[in-house]
Structures are given as structure tokens and as C-alpha cells.
């Protein structure tokens, strides 16, 4: 059975930086793009980041450019997302997700994910 785990959520000031991670199992994990969803209260899910199998291609929504860092160690079955310079507009509860053949390019959408974890919550104090 595919599990999808994410971790390193937490409550930071605005500035602060945050790095979540995602491990995934029983899945052949350099066989999918693997991204990063957010969802805050009130708002609909947003595609925040993708990265192709091989780490060439990366996505980012307008809104974190230039702020987060996605990446992935394929020989661990992880994906990272780094993020820096948080707002409070951050807060929300991000979800990893693995899709097969989304190929991350130029977007990143819940349409052809196959498996999401669980979330982890992020919060930022202005």
C-alpha cells in the first residue's frame, strides 16, 4: 500500500524559514512528478510547486517564486520543499502528492495526482 508522509511543519514568525518533507512508499518514486499543495481556511487548493522524476523540470505558483526550493533525493524516496522569507499568506496546510504522468510543465494540478499525503500544517505569525 503507497504511503505518502509529510513532515517539518510548524509555527514560525514571518521571515522565518520552514523545510517540510515528503517520503513515499511502496511506489517506484523516480517513476512520478512529486509536488507540493496548499490549502488555507476558506481558500481552494492551490498548486504551490512540482519538480519532474529526474529534478530537471520545477514548477512554481507566482506567489512563492523566488521564496521556496523544491528538490528530491530519489535514492531516498523523499521530497523536500524549502521555504524561506514566510508571509503570513503561507499559512495553510500543505499536502505532498506523487502523479504519474503529469510531467510538471510550466503547471502543477490536482488532476493527475495519484496519491496525496496527508498534510502537514504551517502557520506564520505576523
Known amino acids: 500500500q503507497v504511503q505518502v508522509v509529510e513532515s517539518g511543519g510548524g509555527l514560525v514568525q514571518a521571515g522565518g524559514s520552514l523545510r517540510l518533507s515528503c517520503t513515499a512508499s511502496?511506489?517506484?518514486?523516480?517513476?512520478?512528478?512529486m509536488g507540493w499543495f496548499r490549502q488555507a481556511p476558506g481558500k481552494e487548493r492551490e498548486g504551490v510547486s512540482c519538480?519532474?522524476?529526474?529534478?530537471?523540470?520545477?514548477y512554481y505558483v507566482d506567489s512563492v517564486k523566488g521564496r521556496f526550493a523544491i528538490s528530491r533525493d530519489n535514492a531516498k524516496n523523499t521530497l523536500y520543499l524549502q521555504m524561506n522569507s514566510l508571509k503570513p499568506e503561507d499559512t495553510a496546510m500543505y499536502y505532498c502528492?506523487?502523479?504519474?504522468?503529469?510531467?510538471?510543465?510550466?503547471?502543477?494540478?490536482?488532476?493527475?495526482?495519484?496519491?496525496w499525503g496527508k498534510g502537514t500544517l504551517v502557520t506564520i505569525s505576523s
Open positions: 502528492a506523487a502523479a504519474r504522468y503529469d510531467y510538471c510543465l510550466g503547471s502543477w494540478s490536482d488532476d493527475g495526482v495519484d496519491y
Open positions: 511502496e511506489l517506484t518514486f523516480d517513476d512520478y512528478t
Open positions: 519538480i519532474s522524476w529526474s529534478g530537471h523540470r520545477t
